[in-house]
């Protein structure tokens, strides 16, 4: 509900005082759109899913994932601003060259290095070029949703054709809430509405010409062609020298072998065929509840495979230190012959 309609069908409920607290229009002077009530009136913000702030904001997220340094919450905005930024993903097609400083007040040494940061780390699968486009309500989704697809253009025919089912099913979304007067121009039947299923739904419909358009500056690694060796690993806080930050890690793993990419997941399952720690090398390093996750499956592996009982899929699984990792991976491409 927008502010200013809160205020008039609600108002008389509150004081004067408090309403004229409630902005009616976005607080960023660049956008000053109509502000809004969440749906459970707790919260304010910018209606305008393009709001400067919000493109900001989403841009320090990417950057904060791919480990990129010196482009904090200052310099996304000034980026935003200069460069009059709608989508996010303009950050991937920047050039110094071309374009200048990165910002107003940045000087092109800077603007060099971010740069150079952001090309070392652009190479993704699909899912994972959709989740790092930070999109709202796709970040947990994307592995579900694009994990079986190379090009973006065979995801969304799946996508569009199945709608709001075909999310519920890839998501195993099981509990469905009865559609609201708002949803009423939605061509679906009222018991197949899951509200998460429609919100991911949206967001996809919403910001499908951002992917199209983005995915021109980012290299795509098509995991599903022959002879790519793909690979399942968690990681823990640490993951041990060189590296100070997973989100280094990250990149550096994914941008070494053409033909091989490691899935790096968020949480622990059986199905992974790697822990990275750094206590696997590193005796100071936390033992945290990855770590513990871990050590209980590899435990009653060996009590099944003992008595007899473990079947084909189940493995025990690696602990190991980033610099590990790496040897593992050198191992297997010259195994390929890479």
Known sequence: MLVRDFKVSDGLRYTSDFLDLLPDKCLDERCQSPTEMTEILTSLRCSNPRCPTKIAQRVIAIMSMLGVKDFGPARANSFVSKFGVKNPLAVFGYVPSDDGAIGEGVNIDISTRIYDQIQSKKSFTLWEYVRVANLPFIQTSALHLFGDFDSIEEAYAKLEAGGIGYIKNKLNIKKSTPVKQQFADIDVEPEDISIRALKIYESLVAFKS???????????????????????????????TPFKTKADFYATVNNLYKDMHVEFLSSVTKSIDYLVWAGASESDARVTNKVMKVRSYNETYKERTASGKATQEEHEIPIISASMFLGILQDITKRKGG
């Open 210 to 240: 951002d992917l199209y358009w983005g995915i021109q500056f980012v290299d795509i690694i098509p995991t599903h062609k022959e002879g790519m060796v793909t690979l399942r690993a968690v990681c823990s806080d640490q993951v041990g």
